[in-house]
């Protein structure tokens, strides 16, 4: 897909998520792509957090930093991401997690019925 429009967000969130397990620098290169493309959209920087969370070549205590900041951002950008905001709960230390209550809370609402037309 990528060779048709190379400025594909969604494809390149696509390649990056096929690549994850297989070959780290193309992994790397098509999370930065995507994060990129995407304007650093929530998806992508949710991505790029758990790439780090996984890449054995980062230090375990840096990755998680990075991962954090990018899972906060991305739990910012889109409060329905769950994905985003459990992992970020799960590797924050009790000191962020307090901090983190000034994010808004997860509500959601059920559409309202539809008035019949007269």
Same mark, same amino acid.
């Given at each position: ?15 990056? /998520? ?5 070959? /780290? ?7 930065? @792509?995507?994060?990129? +493309? ?9 991505? @790029? ?14 990755? /998680?930093? @990075?991962? &954090? ?10 409060? &329905? ?24 809370? +997860?509500?959601?609402? /059920? ?8």
């Amino acid at each position: 897909m990528l060779e048709k429009d190379p400025t594909d967000a969604l494809a390149a969130w696509l390649l990056a /998520r096929a690549a994850m397990g297989d070959d /780290r620098a193309l992994s790397r290169d098509a999370v930065d @792509r995507s994060v990129l +493309l995407s304007s650093s959209g929530a998806p992508s920087l949710a991505l @790029r957090a758990q790439q780090l969370l996984h890449d054995p070549e980062v230090p375990d205590r840096i990755g /998680r930093a @990075r991962a &954090l900041a990018d899972l906060v951002e991305s739990a910012r950008k889109d409060p &329905l991401l769950l994905r985003a905001r459990l992992t970020a709960a799960a590797i924050m230390p009790a000191a962020k997690k307090a901090a983190m209550n000034g994010m808004p809370s +997860l509500t959601l609402k /059920r559409p309202e019925a539809y008035a019949p037309m007269a």
